[in-house]
């Protein structure tokens, strides 16, 4: 886009995202609660497993009890907003909370939380994915702008600042970031920015920004700069912008379980870097 400029002057570092807490305090319903609501529900679907092993094995207290605050928080805010109270919600919100704290393993508790999530971005007609197509050439001029200095050009965080950041940025590129990562949570940790960490709120760019730089994220593990796919692999399913910005790589994967490996990886590759025009189904 020749001429473009991020709308936001960054001049602060851009660390860490999903590393620590997500900034929730009790509020009183104005706008952007809910938003952060959904935000603090992303966190926990990638983070959980950093507190519960599989084998439903404490693996860090302070980690766990981080994450039951933070249910705590999408309570308060759900119960802030105006008009009827949605009960249910918060029923199911308390026994995730005790789930937690009984070490259900991630098996059981993950799938809670996408459930919970979606029912919320229903209930009250909350949008969570791009209103227009995002541009990965604006992604990554935002991403030049305000990340860079601390994730590294290729997403790898291992630059001079990153290495004396505690806690470290994310390393985009590692292998459980495949599970962990959709442009929707970096969209919301790019949002809200990340308590504890030097990842600053960026709420000040337009929301399309926003939404550019969270996919030009997930296409750096895609090799950004190198030429996409001539065409998607015969066979595959179409999806929309909304399906690619709520999906992790390994749900795209999943998708394409039946294929050889190498067409999935080049499906995955094509999804990543070849953004559809529909927006959603």
């Known amino acids: 886009m020749p001429g473009w400029r991020p709308s936001l002057s960054i001049a602060v ?6 590393v620590a807490l997500w900034s929730a305090p009790r509020a009183e319903g104005p706008p952007g609660d809910l938003e952060r609501a959904l935000g603090i529900l992303e966190y926990l679907v990638g983070d959980y497993s950093e507190a519960v092993s ?21 309570g308060a805010i759900l119960g802030s907003q105006p008009g009827s109270k949605p009960e249910a919600l918060e029923r199911e919100l308390d026994a995730l909370g005790r789930a937690a704290r ?6 059981e508790v993950v799938p809670r939380l ?23 050439p604006v992604g990554r001029l935002v991403y030049e ?3 860079v200095v601390c994730h590294g050009e290729d997403g790898g965080a291992g630059t001079p600042t990153a290495q004396q950041l505690a806690p470290p940025p994310r390393d985009f590129l590692a292998p459980e970031q495949a599970n962990r990562l959709s442009p929707y ?20 760019l337009d929301e399309d920004e926003r939404w550019s730089v969270a996919f030009y994220v997930l296409a750096l593990r895609q090799e950004v700069g190198q030429a996409a796919p001539a065409a998607p692999v015969a ?19 999943q998708r394409l379980a039946p294929l050889p490996e190498a067409d999935r990886q080049r499906q995955l590759r094509w999804w990543r870097l070849v953004l559809p025009l529909a927006i959603s189904e």
């Open 185 to 204: 949570s970096v969209f919301a940790a790019v949002t809200w920015g990340i308590q504890g960490t030097a990842m600053p709120s960026f709420e000040a």
């Open 102 to 107: 009984e070490h259900r393993p991630p098996r």
């Open 235 to 253: 066979g595959t399913p179409r999806l929309a912008l909304r399906n690619l910005a709520l999906a992790s790589d390994r749900d795209l994967l």
């Open 54 to 74: 599989e084998e439903g094995r404490l693996l860090d207290d302070f980690e766990l009890e981080e994450q039951v605050t933070l249910l705590g928080e999408v």
């Open 145 to 147: 702008s305000a990340c």
């Open 13 to 18: 570092l851009c660390a860490g995202i999903g």
């Open 114 to 136: 996408r459930d919970l999530h979606t029912r919320i971005a229903t209930e009250f007609g909350v949008q969570i994915t791009p209103r227009i197509v995002p541009s990965l």
